[in-house]
């Protein structure tokens, strides 16, 4: 991968542009070409073995086509009348999912949504408007105090953002301090929550994250359960990440006490290796679904007589009136390959990540800061005698000359108030020498800038 200057990416992409202004142009293969071509080359290479930066992924190629096909026939499938598989495709792998999750079969709801930030979003509006049913109309809480929510030190910077968007405000947030792997510390829980009740504050969602996006944590659901459930709290499970390890059997004890959860997050662009965005958003008890949102009354929506087709429409539960088939890709895998396909990636993936912390702990210049849960691994360079207080520095820029010299791509996260390395191992192409590799190139290029100054 090589970085463009946007100044020259901008004038490859106005070149090829047509100059026709009169009528419309003919078509031109070559054109068409060259489009396709800067479109690829310009952007990550998730196919490849460098790639080891984000959370998301290559995907399976049959996915592509169908996600192609549902950009042709362009069925919205907020309502089953305009796109019917779709609709029916998604009660189908609620039903196969929740096998997993282990709800009533009866009684559970699943609506997918425009990526895992909508989600959280939609989650907490149908735990506030539970919590406080008069709040959509009057615009004002009912409840014995401000409403707050808590949420884990390392929680998805998009549940602070929706605790803006719904008015809470971020002083109204609990932060629960998290432990050394990054979960957050149950014991301490139940003392912050009294204390913010005698702040005045009303919690009524506490957040917990299975795939922390910084570290890959999983936070103990089934202890925190036990919590909300003798507070009367609503517990959301931010899985955008690692709820996809339920369908495997040897991962699935990460997410222990999910059955207890009253709603969870799940993107299936990131570990189950479909086009984004498709994210599935579940709650326990089917009747707080359509809590999020009042009811449509409006009448290019809302039917007067309604019919059984009606009862698969999501207009209600779902923020977007129109919306992506997101479903087809994830539906159309499981329909031909079945669950192993996806299980049997992810168990690779968590053996690489486990088999790549094993390489980093024998190497003594670099440092590993957590045990991997999943295939998250955060770490840094260390080489001996470097100043405490020059390695934040040094893993930024050992990040950005990585990044440019377009080998591999890595991220980095602030682990503990100072900068670490970070990678993500989502292509099963990746072995153990391309992340020797990858340990070569940091060290080489942590050696230069030491060398030549480059912190300075």
């Keep these: ?44 290479q998730v196919h490849s073995p460098g790639y080891m930066g984000r959370q998301f992924s290559g995907t399976v190629p049959l996915a592509g086509v169908i996600d192609f096909v549902s950009s042709v026939v362009n069925q ?69 105090g401000r409403p707050a929510i808590a949420v884990g030190a390392d929680v998805h910077y998009s549940v602070t953002r929706a605790a803006g968007v719904l008015g809470i405000g971020e002083t109204q947030i609990v932060r629960l301090p998290v432990d050394a792997q990054g979960r957050i510390a149950v014991r301490l829980v139940p003392e912050l929550l009294a204390a913010a009740e005698r702040r005045g504050l009303q919690v009524f969602c506490l957040v917990a994250s299975a795939g922390t996006t910084a570290l890959g944590a999983f936070d103990p659901i089934d202890e925190l359960a036990a919590i909300t ?51 599935l958003l579940f709650y326990r008890d089917a009747r707080d679904a359509p809590g999020a949102f ?42 031909m390959y079945g669950r192993v396909l996806f299980a049997e990636k992810i168990e690779h993936l968590c053996r690489m990540t486990q088999d790549a912390h094993a390489i980093l702990i024998d190497e003594p210049d670099f440092e590993a800061l957590h045990r991997p849960e999943a295939n998250i691994l955060c770490f840094r360079y260390r080489p001996a005698g470097v ?45 153990p020498g391309h992340f020797r590799d990858l340990l070569a190139e940091i060290r080489g290029t942590g050696d230069r800038l030491l060398r030549d100054g480059g912190l300075d």
């Design 1 to 44: 991968m090589r970085l463009s200057e946007p100044g020259v990416l901008s004038r490859a992409a106005r070149a090829l542009m047509t100059t026709e202004r009169e009528g419309v142009a003919d078509f031109d293969e070559n054109r068409l070409a060259a489009i396709v071509d800067l479109y690829v080359r310009t952007g990550i």
């Design 76 to 144: 919205p499938s907020t309502y089953y009348e305009a796109g019917q598989l779709p609709a029916m495709a998604e009660r189908i792998m609620a039903d196969e999912l929740n096998r997993f999750i282990g709800w009533d079969p009866g009684g559970f709801a699943m609506v997918t949504t425009s990526g895992g930030s909508l989600a959280n979003l939609t989650a907490l509006l149908a735990a506030r408007n539970r919590a406080h049913p008069g709040i959509w109309a009057r615009g004002e809480p009912g409840g014995r």
């Design 229 to 279: 459930a003798r507070r009367g709290i609503w517990l959301h499970v931010d899985g955008a990440h690692g709820a996809s390890l339920l369908v495997s059997d040897a991962l699935r004890h990460k997410l222990r006490g999910i059955d207890r959860a009253d709603s969870l997050t799940w993107d299936a662009h990131k570990m189950l290796f479909v086009p984004a965005p498709c994210t």
């Design 294 to 335: 009042r009811r449509s009354t409006a009448s290019y929506v809302s039917d007067e007589e309604p019919d059984a087709h009606c009862e698969f429409d999501s207009g209600d539960r779902n923020l977007e009136c129109t919306k992506r088939p997101m479903i087809m890709p994830l539906w159309t895998l499981w329909a």
């Design 387 to 431: 100043a405490e207080e020059r390695l934040h520095r040094l893993q930024l820029r050992i990040r950005k000359e990585v990044r440019l010299a377009g080998r591999f791509f890595i991220s980095k996260v602030d682990v503990q108030g100072a900068a670490a390395l970070r990678v993500v191992l989502m292509n099963h192409q990746i072995g």
